[in-house]
């Protein structure tokens, strides 16, 4: 005890003092030649077979068209998913999951790697396969449940599936407790806590990516177009009358790209839901058969059929005064829902991006990667699209889908003969209470 102040001293160990010192100095030391606090002129991303074309344009512009032409090129690829359904975009999905989760480790990696920290990238793996193989393991029990049924080696697998994920993850645990060593604690943990956020973030959310594209591609077509259709049209508005700043982050964001961004989404997602309820190829669940088909043929939802609504009366008359006299207009349920998403997209989802620049400005670097020339890596494009599949995955379930038979075979299907038989009458007899049989 301190006698003139009477604060009891704290007996701090010199380890943790080293260790403290080296969390500042890692701070310090990151490099701070690419992202300042003011907007930098536009690096030259152009790659080498477009440089002679444009050479003779100021950087701005030099940036402009390279990152145009690749935005594109990579429409042009989502366009070949949709041709290819689904199963191309899960393939997708998983691929740029990978990607994605390298890009935020690697960061990780070279900021860190000066202190040697032991088995960080091994277990980063490691964690990434033990939450794939608990997430997407269900995923497969639910939808070939008949198939598992047949084998003896899958039925022990899903039905222990869940004991065996936590399993493999307490191996990872107890591996990272190993590999602790003095001087390095809190270093370790920090990682390990990156480790797990970065798992939340990229796996978790492209999970339920995929759960969406189950319920019909339409499901990951329109939101992921009205998200790029949002970045498009907020650099286009922001590129050409951008003039007031948006956020301190992100100092290219404009007000002006903002809103104009959002304009342009809102009318978008308007009519290319109407587009896409003319598809019964999109709108259809996907539903996966034991030899890797996909069955589109349904009985479409009420939301992707045309429904009669009547024209309130002083928009009546406007449409009078330009030659139109109509009491009814014909419009699909899912073009309202659309506008829940295009406004979610627009304003909202951005916030992942605003996210993604402080994460990037808090060491001290301008992108994810350089994967793409004119965007950067793949997470710099996927920032704002994990915060949108997680919230139509919340909107599916809260106003869309309902319990169907076709939903509820595979987990029947699951069940033992006796509890089959013990629903089957519990059923019978509900039905028989009701008066429907």
């Known amino acids: ?174 591996l990272f407790v190993l590999s602790l060593v003095k001087k390095r604690y809190r270093l370790q943990f920090f990682m390990f806590g990156w480790t797990h956020v970065t798992l939340l973030i990229i796996v978790t959310q492209s999970h339920l990516l995929m759960q969406n594209m189950m319920e019909g591609l339409v499901w990951l077509i329109l939101p992921v177009s009205m998200v790029i259709c949002n970045d498009i049209m907020a650099y286009m508005c922001g590129f050409f009358f951008g003039k007031t700043p948006l956020i301190k982050l992100s100092p290219k964001k404009t007000w002006e790209g903002f809103i104009g961004g959002a304009f342009f989404t809102i009318i978008f997602g308007w009519f290319f839901a109407l587009f896409l309820c003319q598809f019964p190829s999109l709108i259809c669940p996907s539903k996966i058969s034991s030899n890797f088909t996909v069955d589109v043929n349904c009985d479409p939802m009420f939301i992707f059929k045309p429904k009669k609504y009547n024209v309130p009366l002083f928009i009546r008359v406007l449409l009078k005064l330009i030659g139109f006299d109509r009491s009814t207009i014909s419009i699909y349920p899912l073009q309202f829902h659309s506008l829940s998403l295009s406004i979610f997209s627009s304003s909202i989802a951005p916030f992942g991006g605003f996210f993604a620049s402080g994460f990037k400005r808090a060491f001290k670097i301008k992108d994810f990667g350089d994967t793409i020339p004119g965007h950067g890596g793949l997470m710099d494009r996927f920032d704002c699209q994990y915060l949108m599949a997680t919230f139509v995955n919340v909107y599916l379930s809260t106003f869309i889908t309902v319990p169907s038979p076709k939903k509820l075979l595979p987990l029947i299907v699951a069940m033992s003969p006796d509890d089959q038989l013990q629903l089957f009458h519990q059923l019978k007899d509900y039905l028989d209470g009701q008066g429907l049989l």
């Open 1 to 174: 005890m301190d006698d003139s102040t009477g604060v009891r001293k704290r007996n701090v160990d010199p380890e943790d003092e080293q260790e403290e010192a080296d969390l500042v100095l890692t701070d310090s030391s990151l490099p701070r030649n690419d992202v300042t606090e003011s907007p930098s002129p536009p690096k030259d991303e152009a790659p080498e077979f477009m440089k002679e074309a444009l050479k003779d344009l100021t950087p701005r512009w030099r940036n402009w068209w390279v990152r145009g032409w690749f935005s594109l090129l990579m429409i042009g690829f989502f366009g070949v998913l949709i041709y290819f359904g689904t199963f191309a975009f899960m393939l997708v999905v998983i691929l740029c999951q990978v990607k994605c989760f390298h890009e935020i480790i690697t960061i990780g990696h070279q900021v860190y790697k000066s202190y040697d920290l032991p088995w960080f990238r091994t277990l980063s793996w490691y964690f990434l396969f033990c939450t794939n193989y608990f997430l997407y393991g269900e995923t497969l029990a639910e939808h070939f449940a008949a198939s598992i049924q047949k084998e003896e080696g899958l039925m022990f697998l899903a039905r222990y599936h869940r004991l065996i994920s936590y399993m493999t993850y307490l191996l990872g645990f107890m």
